[in-house]
């Protein structure tokens, strides 16, 4: 009896069944415009400009009617302009946007990307110059201030208008009045620039926190009264002018530090925010 149960037993337990083989699928060959525009890709990752610039030509001419041709457009642009080529890139980026207005993300790059183009050239270049100030009518409000901003390195007067107008947007407003000053234009708009205030940090030896005063701009003269005797002859020593305190912090730009001075038993800061 025993000996039949372990005869029985190999044959209760049947061989395991091979899985069936997995078809394997082959991946077909690449699509050309995709090749190029891969090519292109890789290029741009490695820095080569010119190469780059050259496999979206190679796209853009051999495949025009490809799904790739608006972005190898842009990046073409962009690959010019890395390279240094201002006026093709800039040329570039004009055709991208005269040919594919749909591409809106992009669009609003390519306009961006040619006002500094023009800036970099305007000095050389009446189609710069022109471009810039075709600019300033651009039906998007940030390449009008660019543009503007680039005009006024030169001190066109035709960047006043949108340089004053950009003084009311909070992420332009600061470059657009220095901009201004730095024409010899005094800003008519009150921006968020013009709210700004002195801070002074006192920090003594003997105490662990700084004591933090903040003074509207109106009141910099204020500032000598937080100074030793000592701080005070430093001041003087270093040049600090206590009573221009009021125009040098409308002129610089927020975050500046002013001045610090130490008598050896406290340091006073003042910077502008």
């Known amino acids: 009896m025993t000996f039949s149960l372990l005869v029985a037993v190999p044959a209760l337990i049947a061989p395991t069944a091979p899985e069936p083989a997995l078809p ?153 009045r220095l901009a201004l000053l730095a024409m010899g234009v005094q800003p008519q708009a009150a921006g968020p620039a013009q709210g700004r205030f002195l801070v002074i940090r006192v920090k003594e030896r003997a105490k662990p926190e700084a004591l933090t005063v903040r003074l509207t701009v109106g009141l910099a003269r204020a500032v000598g009264g937080y100074l030793s005797d000592e701080q005070l002859r430093q001041a003087k020593k270093k040049g600090v002018d206590l009573e221009r305190l009021m125009d040098q912090a409308l002129n610089a730009p927020k975050g500046t530090e002013l001045f610090s001075l130490d008598d050896g038993k406290s340091t006073v800061t003042v910077t502008v925010e």
Request: with cysteine; aromatic share 8%.
């Open 24 to 176: 394997l699928v082959l991946a077909g060959p690449e699509n050309p415009a995709d090749a190029l525009f891969r090519q292109g890709r890789d290029l741009r990752y490695a820095q080569r400009w010119y190469e780059a610039a050259q496999a979206y030509r190679s796209l853009i001419r051999e495949f025009p009617r490809s799904s790739r041709v608006p972005d190898a457009r842009y990046w073409l642009a962009s690959s010019l302009e890395q390279d240094q080529r201002w006026d093709e890139a800039a040329e570039a980026y004009t055709e991208f946007l005269a040919k594919h207005p749909d591409q809106r993300m992009l669009g609003k790059e390519a306009r961006l990307n040619r006002v500094r183009c023009w800036g970099i050239r305007q000095w050389n270049s009446p189609a710069a110059q022109a471009g810039l100030a075709g600019a300033l009518s651009d039906d998007r409000e940030e390449v009008r201030i660019a543009a503007a901003l680039q005009l006024a390195k030169r001190r066109d007067a035709r960047a006043v208008p949108v340089l004053q107008a950009g003084l009311r947007v909070d992420a332009s407003s600061e470059a657009c």
